[in-house]
């Protein structure tokens, strides 16, 4: 009787072989690609069918990048086709993640940052040619991954010292590796150095440059006629907002309603009674007569003496929207602007002038006397269950009050930040504004 005995050579050449078949790895590379596109599907029909608004869409299309992302990270570190399709899937479906991208607009934008600098920084790991052109490419992209989601909360800190300690390690590594020469090993600081402290502070000052720049008009305190703002609703913090749909009663007319979250919709022109706008910078005072034009739409608030679509009561009038083809409009596109308080001070008329989030005001329709209103009263699915914006007759309301949340203009003066600072002192402001703003963020 003979035994046949197998060397590990000879298992090792019966495993390569195998791994060789063409028939193998074709299978293997279509399986991941069918994955990929299997997972991508349902993460789509997963946003699409989970939120509808504007803000929402957006935020949710940057947390749904998770999935693909999560796919690359697990599938350059080696592991099987069953363990990328539970790790994705397990992410597609996580309760967390989903409430996240589809209702916190600031963290989706974080948690996507932070997985691309893993994966960027996985990648570079995977490869072993020092100083060869994909080494530098992902050392490159870690740098921007970390830049792009640095954040003045405690999130991106932890993603921030797991990659600081393995590139302690790796330095220690080749500093005990005999064929690293010293000049070798100074390199690696060097370009180390660049790509995960400097590049990461580039990016980090770019994109808060742009911030800062973008904000600044929105920061203007005064309203001038002409600008694009965003109403609030003082006591449900809701926006006044319109769309193309129509009332199905009463004057049929465009749907006006409240809004809960900021979407395009939301926008409104500030012009003076008679629908013109100065053309030098002219801010808005106390009693003025004024008109809101709804940027998207082209259309006039108004009121009338129509009963709204929902509340029965008698002192309700319904208010719309509507678009006079380029003609002037009339008096129902008319409301006076009534501060309450200012600075928690009361007002006289002229005496102010309006100002974002430190007015609260009231909109008091020019010929039906009555105040812009809003309740909890929702619609239903005909105008996507959002709430009920009436005119109210009658005694005085909160539900009548309203505040100024967003103000920009292309005349408010944009100031630049950093062109009033030398390098070293831009550098020490953002510094000092990301550690109040840590601060800030994390009391409690």
């Known amino acids: 009787m003979s035994t046949t005995v197998t060397s590990t050579e000879q298992i090792q050449e019966a495993a390569s072989k195998a791994e060789a078949c063409p028939y193998w790895s074709q299978f293997a590379k279509y399986a991941r690609a069918a994955g990929l596109a299997a997972v991508i599907?349902?993460?789509?029909?997963?946003?699409?069918?989970?939120?509808?608004?504007?803000?929402?869409?957006?935020c949710d299309n940057i947390g749904f990048a998770m999935a693909p992302v999560a796919f690359y990270i697990v599938w350059s570190s080696g592991y099987s086709t069953y363990a990328i399709a539970a790790v994705v899937l397990s992410l597609v479906s996580e309760n967390t993640i989903a409430t996240q991208s589809c209702h916190v607009i600031v963290e989706s934008p974080l948690v996507v940052f932070s997985a691309f600098t893993a994966f960027a920084w996985n990648s570079f790991e995977q490869n072993s040619a020092p100083f060869s052109a994909d080494w530098f490419k992902w050392l490159f992209f870690t740098g921007v991954g970390l830049g792009l989601s640095t954040d003045r909360t405690r999130v991106n800190i932890f993603s921030s010292v797991i990659i600081q300690l393995s590139t302690l390690n790796d330095l220690r590594l080749l500093w005990r590796d005999a064929q690293v020469s010293w000049r070798s090993?100074?390199?690696?600081?060097?370009?180390?150095?660049?790509?995960?402290?400097?590049?990461?502070?580039?990016?980090?000052?770019?994109?808060?440059?742009?911030?800062?720049?973008?904000?600044?008009?929105?920061?203007?305190?005064?309203?001038?006629?002409?600008?694009?703002?965003?109403?609030?609703?003082?006591?449900?913090?809701?926006?006044?907002?319109?769309?193309?749909?129509?009332?199905?009663?009463?004057?049929?007319?465009?749907?006006?309603?409240?809004?809960?979250?900021?979407?395009?919709?939301?926008?409104?022109?500030?012009?003076?009674?008679?629908?013109?706008?100065?053309?030098?910078?002219?801010?808005?005072g106390n009693g003025?007569?004024?008109?809101?034009?709804?940027?998207?739409?082209?259309?006039?608030?108004?009121?009338?003496?129509?009963?709204?679509?929902?509340?029965?009561?008698?002192?309700?009038?319904?208010?719309?929207?509507?678009?006079?083809?380029?003609?002037?409009g009339d008096s129902n596109d008319e409301w006076r602007l009534e501060m309450v308080t200012h600075d928690g001070k009361h007002p006289r008329k002229g005496e102010v002038l309006l100002s974002k989030k430190r007015s609260k005001f009231k909109l008091i329709h020019s010929d039906m006397r009555c105040d812009l209103f809003s309740d909890r009263n929702s619609f239903p699915w005909w105008s996507f269950w959002q709430f009920e914006t009436t005119c109210l007759r009658g005694d005085e309301h909160v539900r009548t009050i309203w505040t100024v949340e967003s103000n920009t203009h292309p005349s408010y003066p944009t100031p630049k930040f950093f062109s009033e600072y030398t390098f070293a002192g831009a550098v020490i402001l953002v510094i000092v504004i990301r550690v109040l703003m840590y601060i800030n963020n994390n009391r409690g």
């Open 41 to 58: 599907l349902v993460a789509r029909l997963w946003a699409i069918g989970y939120i509808y608004f504007e803000a929402g869409r957006i």
């Open 185 to 284: 090993w100074w390199k690696h600081i060097v370009v180390r150095f660049l790509c995960l402290y400097i590049v990461p502070g580039a990016v980090d000052m770019m994109t808060f440059e742009t911030l800062v720049e973008h904000t600044s008009q929105e920061d203007f305190p005064l309203v001038a006629y002409g600008a694009v703002i965003t109403i609030q609703h003082h006591s449900t913090q809701g926006y006044l907002h319109s769309q193309s749909s129509l009332y199905n009663t009463g004057s049929k007319q465009q749907q006006v309603t409240r809004h809960s979250f900021r979407v395009d919709g939301n926008n409104w022109i500030i012009q003076k009674g008679d629908g013109t706008v100065p053309k030098l910078l002219e801010f808005v």
């Open 288 to 328: 003025e007569s004024i008109r809101l034009l709804h940027v998207q739409t082209q259309s006039y608030l108004r009121s009338h003496d129509h009963p709204p679509p929902i509340s029965e009561y008698k002192d309700h009038l319904e208010v719309s929207g509507y678009s006079h083809m380029g003609t002037k």
